[in-house]
T-cell receptor, first 114, second 115 residues
Framework: AQSVTQLDSQVPVFEEAPVELRCNYS??????LFWYVQYPNQGLQLLLK??????LVKGINGFEAEFNKSQTSFHLRKPSVHISDTAEYFC????????????FGKGTLLTVNP | GAVVSQHPSRVICKSGTSVKIECRSL??????MFWYRQFPKQSLMLMAT?????????EQGVEKDKFLINHASLTLSTLTVTSAHPEDSSFYIC???????????FGSGTRLTVV
């Protein structure tokens, strides 16, 4: 079975500060990892994904994440956040292949304050 | 890119009535569709997977008779919440399976409020 742990339920930061949202996963097989952003009452928008290759993945809106197999982590980072980055962020994992169900973490609410 | 159109975006219904939520794949065909439920301030929980031409696969603990899922065609999947109760109030989101580059496309979600 696969699982995802987002260690922080809320992360408040000031505008233009760097931020890291933490994600750890558990799986007995190789996984594919995703970060999604959700604005209030909206669906999910893909920020970035790791399928294979380079462990540093760059996504939209200046976000990036690094896949660390030994630490089973996939932390999301942004060097300088904006007010508009305020949203809920979800880390998700799938084993791929014939079992491509996504398992989501509980989410991290990023609040960017002026 | 791929688009999944989900309707309605918001619905308020009376307790005991049924509500149908539709998800359409606009520019591609989907043989399966994932249906998620999200309670306030919580994560998305997979409810079931609809399969075109066959029965849906429900996750453990999801009431099949209450949440009717149908995959009528390669572009349409529906979720019907039958005899809705206030505890069914939630945000429901559908998702198409991954494309060739591993991307999942989500609908925009439906906010269901049962009064």
């Amino acid at each position: 079975a696969q699982s995802v742990t987002q260690l922080d339920s809320q992360v408040p930061v000031f505008e233009e500060a760097p931020v890291e949202l933490r994600c750890n996963y558990s799986s007995s097989v190789s996984v594919y990892l995703f970060w999604y952003v959700q604005y209030p009452n909206q669906g999910l928008q893909l920020l970035l994904k790791y399928l294979s290759g380079s462990t540093l993945v760059k996504g939209i809106n200046g976000f990036e994440a690094e896949f660390n197999k030994s630490q089973t982590s996939f932390h999301l980072r942004k060097p300088s956040v904006h007010i508009s980055d305020t949203a809920e962020y979800f880390c998700a994992v799938t084993q791929g292949g014939s079992n491509y169900k996504l398992t989501f973490g509980k989410g991290t609410l990023l609040t960017v304050n002026p | 890119g791929a688009v999944v159109s989900q309707h309605p975006s918001r619905v308020i219904c009376k307790s005991g009535t049924s509500v149908k939520i539709e998800c359409r794949s606009l520019d591609f065909q989907a043989t399966t569709m994932f249906w998620y439920r999200q309670f306030p301030k919580q994560s998305l929980m997979l409810m079931a997977t609809s399969n075109e031409g066959s029965k849906a696969t429900y996750e453990q603990g999801v009431e099949k008779d209450k949440f009717l899922i149908n995959h009528a065609s390669l572009t349409l999947s529906t979720l019907t919440v039958t005899s809705a109760h206030p505890e069914d109030s939630s945000f429901y989101i559908c998702s198409a399976p991954p494309d060739r580059v591993g991307g999942y496309t989500f609908g925009s979600g439906t906010r269901l409020t049962v009064v």
